[in-house]
Nanobody, 124 residues
């Protein structure tokens, strides 16, 4: 059974940083692309960042480009999201997801397993 467990969320002031982690188990982690999504209250879940199986290719939503960095450590079965220069509009529950194949995807149906989410709150 595939499990994804996020951690690292919390409350931070605008301009601050947080690093999210997502530990995966139950499948060969290094064979699949991974992604981060977020969902703010009253809004749909939206794409944030994605990475291919090896980490050699990444993709970001325009809203987080140059502020967030996705990375992975296949030896630790973990994917990370480093978030810098945080803004109040980044406030959301952040979810990691495991992809259907080795590449990256930006759409929800490009992923078949999801974590439970971790809350990120950015105060102004």
């Amino acid at each position: 059974q595939v499990q994804l467990v996020e951690s690292g969320g919390g409350l931070v002031q605008a301009g601050g940083s947080l690093r999210l982690s997502c530990a995966a188990s139950g499948r060969t982690f290094s064979s699949y692309g991974m992604g981060w999504f977020r969902q703010a209250p009253g809004k749909e879940r939206e794409f944030v960042a994605a990475i291919n199986w090896s980490g050699s290719s990444t993709y970001y939503a325009d809203s987080v480009k140059a502020r967030f960095t996705i990375s992975r450590d296949n030896a630790k079965n973990t994917v990370y999201l480093q978030m810098n220069s945080l803004k109040p509009e980044d406030t959301a529950v952040y979810y990691c997801a495991s992809g259907l194949n080795s590449g990256w995807a930006t759409r929800l149906h490009g992923y078949d397993y999801w974590g439970q989410g971790t809350q990120v709150t950015v105060s102004s």
